[in-house]
């Protein structure tokens, strides 16, 4: 089983300000995603494919990274980005998912 | 508009079976491989098992907790897939999704909860 680790655990920043999220296989993957996941929802996909956006989602979200390391960035934080992020692979089952970032205020 | 709703989560005793079912509407659900997510509560996500669709060989895969306990169905008449859960254990406890999407996970259910306690 392919575990990710999520750095860090919490992140606290101000609207406006710039989040950079990172995410660690422990093997090499090569279909990645990241979800968001507010307080009450169901999660709701962010990035596909490592670096593609969902449909739907501003441009100020963008994923990067290949192999074991994997970033989600968000430029310029909004008030309704304050939320928890996951990342996912999806190569062969089992897939997984990391512990999360939770993004506050 | 894609809709997934789960059904049938409940409180059931240790070493009990429940089976949940998630009927979904707005694509073509015999060409969909699906999913069941879960959460437990306050904690993160987990990928419980899925089922490709019919002409993939409708075969499932499932993650190592739930191997043998669990099995996922799908019956393509009525739209629904199930997640058979035996031998239920009160680390089970948790918000179960379902889901559906191409490659990963595009659409998720609202939950169902499942809570294991005597």
């Known amino acids: 089983e392919i575990v990710l680790t999520q750095s860090p655990g919490t992140l606290s920043l101000s609207p406006g300000e710039r989040a950079t999220l990172s995410c660690r296989a422990s093997q090499s993957v090569s279909n990645f995603a990241w979800f968001q996941q507010k307080p009450g929802q169901a999660p709701r996909l962010v990035i596909y494919?490592?670096?593609s956006r969902a449909t739907g989602i501003p441009d100020r979200f963008s994923g990067s990274g290949s192999g074991t390391d994997f970033t989600l960035t968000i430029s310029r934080l909004e008030p309704e980005d304050f939320a928890v992020y996951y990342c996912?692979?999806?190569?062969?089952?089992?897939?997984?998912f990391g512990q999360g970032t939770k993004v506050k205020i | 508009e894609v809709q997934l709703v789960e059904s049938g989560g409940d409180l059931v005793k240790p070493g009990g079976s429940l089976r949940l079912s998630c009927v979904v509407s707005g694509f073509t659900f015999n060409n969909a491989w699906m999913s069941w997510v879960r959460q437990a509560p306050g904690k993160g996500l987990e990928w419980v098992g899925r089922?490709?669709?019919?002409?993939?060989?409708?075969?499932?895969d499932y993650a190592a907790p739930v191997k043998g306990r669990f099995t996922i169905s799908r019956d393509d008449s009525k739209n629904t897939v199930y997640l058979q859960m035996n031998s239920l254990k009160t680390e089970d406890t948790a918000l179960y999704y379902c889901t559906t999407g191409i490659g990963t996970i595009d659409f998720w259910g609202q939950g169902t909860l499942v809570t294991v306690s005597s």
């Open positions: 996912q692979h999806y190569d062969n089952p089992p897939w997984t």
């Open positions: 089922i490709k669709r019919r002409s993939d060989g409708g075969t499932t």
């Open positions: 494919s490592a670096s």
